[in-house]
């Protein structure tokens, strides 16, 4: 009976120092060359921006103000036609700016005017 045996046999070179060095001013020439890639990719996705010389038309918005007792979302519920009260509370928290639901009494709100 024969046998037969695999023994790979791997040879590593030692790491070869490399003979190239950077200096200082090589390292800023490679940071600038950088720079100057990364800002050039930043105009070139930027040129995709598309604005026009007509202002776009202000939604058509009336004035509250909040009465004691009052909540967000009975407002939004007397103004909202086709029911969606949640959209409408969103709409209201944007065009006022609010940064939560909570209004107060005296406070005076932008809600959208119903269209018919």
Do not use: H
């Not at 928290?93 to 018919?116: F, I, M, Y």
């Amino acid at each position: 009976m024969s046998t037969l045996s695999i023994s790979p046999t791997f040879r590593t070179a030692a790491p070869r120092r490399s003979t190239v060095r950077l200096t200082r001013r090589g390292r800023v020439v490679v940071v600038l060359a950088g720079l100057l890639v990364a800002l050039a990719a930043a105009f070139f996705l930027a040129a995709g921006a598309v604005g026009t010389e007509e202002a776009g038309t202000a939604p058509a918005t009336e004035v509250v103000q909040v009465a004691p007792g009052d909540t967000l979302w009975g407002i939004a519920s007397d103004v909202a036609d086709d029911g969606d009260v949640r959209a409408m509370i969103t709409e209201i928290e944007r065009l006022n700016a609010l940064d939560s639901a909570a209004v107060s009494a005296g406070q005076k709100l932008r809600v959208p005017v119903a269209t018919d």
